[in-house]
């Protein structure tokens, strides 16, 4: 697998492996949010996962809490499949952060991710702690960040945004907001796929 570094300009570079599964680790400054765009273009074409880390990854337990959120879009079961790496080769404690829908569409929508989720964990050997969390910022990444620093988790799990709606040209996408995030939370992100991301064993 091939890793390369990118220019300053960008102000991330390249850190290291993390095992096969993830192309690269890159290290983001705090000052980076000005060039979160021109990197969101740089991976945009991305097809694995890759990790943006905001101070070196010294300790092993750091990743021991992992969460992602599970919504009623499709891009959800993206995230499915790369969660279950970190219980079953990392022994961590997976945790799912969702809504509490009220529309009847939407939440049946949600409902029908968690009944995938559960089933492949379940086919896994493996188990999830699910959370509710409050929906204060526009952005369900934001508010899964902060869930996250509360309860002291190590990684969140996100997936970027494929199709930009006109919100979103104004006031930025959340991974914009979260790739540099005052808590220091590492974030794992992955690209929409037209095709479902294959487990492997």
């Given at each position: 697998m091939l890793v390369t570094s990118f220019n300053s300009a960008y102000r991330f570079k390249t850190l290291q492996y993390f095992n096969d599964r993830i192309s690269l680790i890159l290290?983001?400054?705090r000052d980076f949010y000005i060039a979160a765009f021109?990197?969101?273009?740089a991976f945009a074409d991305c097809k694995t996962a890759f990790?943006?880390?905001q101070?070196?990854?010294?300790?092993?337990?750091?990743?021991?809490?992992v969460a992602m959120t599970i919504d009623f879009k499709k891009e959800s079961k993206d995230k499915?499949?790369?969660?279950?790496y970190f219980p079953r080769f990392g022994?961590?404690?997976m945790h799912v952060l969702y809504y509490d829908y009220k529309d009847a569409f939407l939440k049946d929508k949600w409902y029908a991710n968690m009944k995938q989720l559960h089933k492949l964990y379940t086919d896994l050997g493996?188990?999830?702690?699910?959370?509710?969390?409050?929906s204060k910022s526009t952005y369900q990444d934001i508010n899964a960040l902060r869930f996250a620093a509360a309860q002291g988790?190590?990684?969140l799990i996100a997936v970027t945004t494929k199709e930009k709606d006109g919100l979103e040209f104004f006031i930025g996408t959340q991974e914009q907001r979260t790739i540099v995030n005052r808590d220091a939370i590492p974030i794992l992100f992955l690209n929409p796929r037209e095709d479902l991301y294959v487990l492997c064993d």
């Open positions: 290290w983001a400054n021109r990197f969101i273009i990790l943006v880390v101070e070196p990854l010294t300790h092993p337990d750091r990743m021991k809490e499915m499949i790369w969660s279950s022994n961590a404690n493996i188990t999830f702690q699910p959370h509710i969390i409050e988790y190590g990684l």
